[in-house]
């Protein structure tokens, strides 16, 4: 895929919103965070993190509602002397205050709670976008997972090695613009179906490799220059991509890919709006540094 200076470009693009902006601060700070704590000299130690996460399921409850302890013991099914050590702990740590028989949260039991549910959720999360991450990262500095907490996986398997691409061919059918960089080989030139859509139905706009752009054209050269001339196809050309980028009319997806034969291995999409600025925000940046055909 090559090399990319996200910085250099992302310095043309408008900052996004507020959550997107606080999400991508927190992205380029978490590299320095361990050294940032060193500094300080206070890092919390590892049994108090791992007593916390422990903690989760009955700091998710009173999260809810303030409870006592029977009610406690109902909603975790646990016993009376477990629930006793619970919330004991929790009153201990300052987490919760008891309130005419109930528990109920401090405002530092509040933020701890919700800490642990961000942290269970990106967890949950990487996990999941475990075959993507593990093939753009290093191009990628700014990807951020929270946005794809409820993506849509697809992944290439030995039974069905070209599921991830009639993923990408199903969102197509649905959509009347597509826009992206990087896609051929989430659609490559011999699969008819897509290029019949990008020719004829949808509004694209795509940034390709100057070599994918030129095989394009080589292609398809009667029906890819009637596109262009009608305005429904746009194509630009760039020397390098951190992976495969795709904007449908209501979702965004990314796609990672095999380095050795560059075949389309897996595929995330979503519609979450903030996923959707994330995306667009790339693509604006991509697009700053590319050159019209």
């Not at 606080?22 to 361990?34: C, D, S």
Request: with cysteine.
């Amino acid at each position: 895929m090559g090399g990319h200076d996200e910085d250099t470009d992302a310095a043309d693009v408008p900052p996004g919103s507020p959550v997107l902006e606080a999400l991508l601060e927190n992205e380029r700070n978490r590299r320095y965070l361990g050294q940032r704590l060193d500094a300080a000299d206070d890092r919390v130690e590892t049994t108090l993190l791992g007593d916390i996460v422990r903690h989760g399921p009955v700091l998710e409850a009173l999260r809810e509602a303030p409870l006592d302890r029977p009610e406690i013991e109902a909603r975790l099914d646990v016993s009376r002397a477990t629930s006793h050590r619970l919330t004991q702990w929790l009153d201990q740590r300052g987490y919760v205050e008891k309130v005419d028989g109930r528990f109920r949260l401090t405002g530092r039991g509040e933020a701890v709670a919700d800490e642990v549910l961000r942290f269970e959720a990106n967890v949950r999360t990487v996990e999941r976008l475990a075959p993507l991450l593990d093939r753009i990262c290093d191009d990628h500095q700014e990807f951020v997972v929270e946005p794809f907490v409820d993506a849509t996986v697809t992944v290439a398997g030995p039974d069905d090695p070209h599921r991830p691409v009639e993923r990408v061919l199903t969102l197509l059918r649905e959509s009347e613009t597509f826009r992206g960089f990087n896609t051929t080989p989430m659609v490559p030139p011999v699969l008819g179906e897509f290029h019949r859509r990008l020719f004829a139905d949808v509004d694209a706009e795509l940034v390709y490799l100057p070599s994918t752009a030129e095989t394009l054209f080589e292609t398809y050269p009667e029906r890819a220059r009637a596109a262009v001339e009608r305005g429904h196809l746009t194509v630009r050309t760039r020397d390098a991509f951190p992976y495969g980028l795709a904007l449908f009319d209501d979702r965004v997806g990314i796609g990672g890919y095999d380095e050795e034969t560059g075949a389309l291995q897996v595929f995330v999409d979503t519609a979450s709006p903030i996923a959707r600025e994330w995306a667009e925000r790339v693509y604006e940046s991509i697009k700053a540094g590319s050159d019209p055909l």
